[in-house]
């Protein structure tokens, strides 16, 4: 038997809300719709879903995902201009990455 990855989901106050960024974000659209409980993007390799909880996130991510890029900087500026906020960069060897947060604060990562 093996696992075959399909979606990544991610926790959140406003499933609509966040996932239309999302869309925007990866210059896509929205999958499916399940009364705004749960919404899923259609990206590529892997879709993000979307799930509405009660809770508010309490700590750092434990997993994200990373995006990479041509132009690290560009794709920064353009996705904070839409809403997220950019931290700290970080470099190990050849491997660049900038940590960014989306409008709920979920961590994520571009790199170039």
């Known amino acids: 038997m093996t696992l075959d990855p399909k979606m990544i989901t991610i926790d959140c106050a406003d499933p609509r809300a966040l996932s239309a960024w999302w869309a925007k974000a990866l210059d896509t659209k929205i999958?499916?719709?399940f009364d705004g409980e749960f919404v899923?993007?259609?990206a590529t390799p892997l879709a993000l879903g979307f799930q509405r909880v009660t809770e508010?996130?309490?700590a750092k991510n434990r997993?994200?995902?990373d995006f990479?890029?041509?132009d690290?900087?560009?794709?920064?500026?353009?996705l904070v201009?839409?809403?997220a906020s950019a931290g700290e960069e970080h470099s190990i060897g050849p491997l660049?990455?900038?940590v960014l947060q989306d409008p709920e604060g979920n961590e994520f990562c571009v790199a170039g």
């Open 56 to 58: 508010p996130r309490q």
């Open 72 to 78: 690290r900087h560009a794709e920064v500026d353009r």
């Open 96 to 98: 660049t990455w900038t």
């Open 68 to 70: 990479h890029t041509e």
């Open 31 to 33: 999958a499916q719709d």
């Open 40 to 42: 899923i993007v259609a």
């Open 63 to 65: 997993i994200h995902v």
């Open 81 to 83: 201009a839409m809403g």
